[in-house]
């Protein structure tokens, strides 16, 4: 991030909503389609304030109708409009995946390259507060395993922006996958750190970059989301204890930069990788598989912290129980030494 | 002159009074530890909670007619549905403070409750019930018996695939499944009209070769009505009834909710409209005591105070318990080893 840019402090949502702002002016063709939208400014205040600006045309409340309305979205953007269409909780995909599987991910491929898919599709991702099974996942895994999707993953202010601006003006379909955790919404506290400066002007994050939240020597610790927060944090605690942990933040799954883990796991030796998803068949088989393949002979240790092959429970003790805590990272990185 | 037997009314009340009871009993308790900040993660009772205060009618007019056997799906706003099935309440209140004597041992929290005793489940996804009760009222089908399913969605989940195709299963085939969509007006922040092509919910069912009946007010007696007829309709195999009943959403789409999208004038018609009131001076004109209605008000008050009490005196789960209750069968399945075919003469 440059210095010499104006910058000012932003929760996540401001910053996910000043991108937004920002490319509508700029062009007529972006409009935002979503339950709860338009006079309430988003569930998770991912719309705030953008009805009053653009009006009920293009900040559109649509009936609960995923298939239709992200499916609409779909048309629109192979008609050449840009629309961003939200999913209230990913977990409500189920309702609407034949648009998301078979038609946004797969229309461009299937002509040859000849249709393209210009659109966003939002969604409040993750746990933390026992809004139980149907609530509280990320799906992380579910949606970077089908191919031609594009697959995004704020943590700060700073990348929901910068994502964002990218995410908008990219000719492909993306997928933005915003922790309710990180928004800093009034009835949901935000944990340190989302809360960042934010350049004014708009500006651009590459999909495909991680970026290396804090430097270390002895063991490497992936994540994304919210558990950067939480690795951070515990890269705190491993210091204290003579540990020094670098923390990744992937900021995109698809593409996904092997390249700086790979460097990173080369001078560490140990690969930590922390996920808010299922345990099997997701991020963290998959970036220790890319690893493995890349850099077998540097690796030393590995240590996979996911959620547990089990439906996110609502009760407190039984949903801290399967939500990667800090605790958790500190005592896979420390195993790994 | 109201078609419900005194006794009928009396149940009614029993069961719409202990609804709101709980309702307003919950609502305390969960902001309890929310204020003055209000913070989802704080207080006695996890994650979000959506209250059906204004909603009773729908509930106890529909399922008075139906007996455990039969199948209710509900939604995510299930506790006034839940109550007038018949729902274990203590366990019910369990759940939902997520304790370990819960319905699902604190593994599924107030927007899944399942109570298999008298077939009751519930899904926080919209209209994602619908399904599972044709497939509820398929199965009654086949087996040949005279069960029925009832459905139930709100206003705006009639927009969803799930309901119309669930609509055109059931009539093709016939299947004892009655629709109750509970017509609160909002959609959340969504008014009906902004979102929704028809006024009248029921009209759905016409495209789909089946009675649809609205029920425009929130009138228990006109509720137990129709579901009378409906259910009767589908126990006699005469197929399925889709009903839609205005109701009244007097706590908000979930507790926190500012409501800051609603016109006050929608509020305030919402609290004066009150099903309850209406249903107390139906039973005076039925000729029922003052004092009997205290008492039915007073014991069904009671029963939720006490389930409330022995609810929260219950055990949070053991954390250990997480890795639970994944399958029933073992991993597996029915078998943890192949057949030896050698033994029965298998290639030499």
Redesign the interface.
Known sequence: MSGAESTRELTMSRAMVSAIAHEMRENDDVFYMGEDVADYGGIFDSTQGLREEFGYDRIMDVPISETAYIGAAVGAAQAGMRPIAELMFVDFFGVAMDQIYNQMAKNTYMSGGNVSVPMVLTAAVGGTYNDAAQHSQTLYGTFAHIPGLKIVVPSTAYEAKGLMHNAIRDDDPVLYMFHKRLMGIGWMPAPDGPKTPVPETDYTIPFGRADVKRDGEDVTIVTLGLHVHRALEAAETLASDGISAEVIDLRSLVPLDTETIVESVEKTGNLVVVDEDYRSYGVTGEVTARVAEEALDALERVERVAVPDVPIPYSRPLEKEVIPGTEDIVNAATRTQ | MPHASENTLTRLYENMVTARYYEERLQEEYLEGKQP?????AGPI???LHLAAGHEAAGAGVCDHLRDDDIVTATHRPHHIAIAKGVDLKRMTA?IF??ET?L?K???????LFDPDVNFAC??????GCPPAVGGALAAQKRNTDSVAVSYLGE??I????FLESLNFASVFDLPVVFVIEDNDW????PKE???DVENGAKRADGFEMPGVRVDSDDVLDVYDAAGEAIGRARDRNGPTVIEVQVHRRMGHFM?DPE??RPEADQEAAAERDSIVRLESDLREAGVEDDRIDEIRDDAHSRVDEAIEWAKDQP????????ED?FVSPASGVTDSEPDFEAVGGEE
């Open positions: 900040a209000f913070d989802i993660s996890p994650g979000e759940e997520g304790r819960g699902g604190g593994k599924g929290g107030h927007m899944h899904s926080g996804i919209i209209a994602e705006g989940a927009d969803q695939g799930a959609a959340i922040s969504m902004r979102v929704t926190g800051t999208y949070l789960p053991e954390p250990g318990a997480a890795h994944l």
